[in-house]
Nanobody, 118 residues
Framework: QVQLAESGGGLVQAGGSLRLSCAASGRTFSSYVMSWFRQAPGKEREFVSAISGSGGGKYYADSVKGRFTISRDNAKNTVYLQMNSLTVEDTAVYYC???????????WGQGTQVTVSS
């Protein structure tokens, strides 16, 4: 059982930056692939980024590649998403996820709202 809690969302202007954090409970955090998904109103959920248990493998959706950076601190049971050069298309609820298999999360956080204004 894993519980996830996102934080760091907010309102920023286009071109600005935000850093999202996801704090996880549990004893096996380092075993999980951690990912970020997002969902905008009226749109389908989409994959944003993922990181392997060791932190050695990082994956990004084409839409955020070069702008977002995922990282994790297993000693703190925390995963981060640094978001730079934000655009209005990045506006969404961002969800932290955990799973044993890449791109197939088993656990989801409650989400944190990111709003980018023009």
């Amino acid at each position: 059982q894993v519980q996830l809690a996102e934080s760091g969302g907010g309102l920023v202007q286009a071109g600005g930056s935000l850093r999202l954090s996801c704090a996880a409970s549990g004893r096996t955090f380092s075993s999980y692939v951690m990912s970020w998904f997002r969902q905008a109103p009226g749109k389908e959920r989409e994959f944003v980024s993922a990181i392997s248990g060791s932190g050695g493998g990082k994956y990004y959706a084409d839409s955020v590649k070069g702008r977002f950076t995922i990282s994790r601190d297993n000693a703190k049971n925390t995963v981060y998403l640094q978001m730079n050069s934000l655009t209005v298309e990045d506006t969404a609820v961002y969800y932290c996820t955990a799973g044993a298999i890449p791109y197939a999360p088993n656990y989801w956080g409650q989400g944190t709202q990111v709003t980018v204004s023009s």
